[in-house]
């Protein structure tokens, strides 16, 4: 199993959530983030330069088989791409197991 975080501009919450839930997601969490992408040493090389503000996004999280992995990220790529700064962040990180309290189900058969 694999996490997804993605990161995007909040415009781009609706149609990810229509194209996830095609794709058959079992599930996602939204969180309201503000972060900076630009590697800060960058922005402070200039004799005074500003320090940059942080910017408002939504944080995308959400657990899948490793089969599904690869058609989520490109279809993630492919919605929130606008071709600007800004424009997010996909990390993919690996989930050792998920537990439903509920039921006690545990791996897989806890997403779905």
Do not use: W
């Not at 690869?70 to 790529?77: C, Q």
């Not at 606008?82 to 993919?92: E, H, V």
């Amino acid at each position: 199993m694999k996490m997804i975080r993605c990161y995007i501009r909040h415009e781009k919450l609706d149609s990810v959530r229509e194209k996830l839930f095609e794709l058959g997601v079992p599930g996602l969490s939204v969180a309201e983030v503000r972060g900076i992408g630009k590697p800060m040493s960058q922005l402070k090389s200039a004799p005074g330069s500003r320090v940059p503000e942080f910017m408002p996004r939504l944080e995308i999280s959400l657990v899948l088989s490793d089969d599904a992995v690869e058609e989520v990220v490109e279809m993630l790529k492919a919605t929130v791409y606008t071709g600007n700064l800004g424009d997010g962040k996909i990390f993919i990180l690996p989930v050792e197991d998920a537990i439903r309290i509920r039921t006690g189900e545990s791996g897989e058969q806890a997403l779905y």
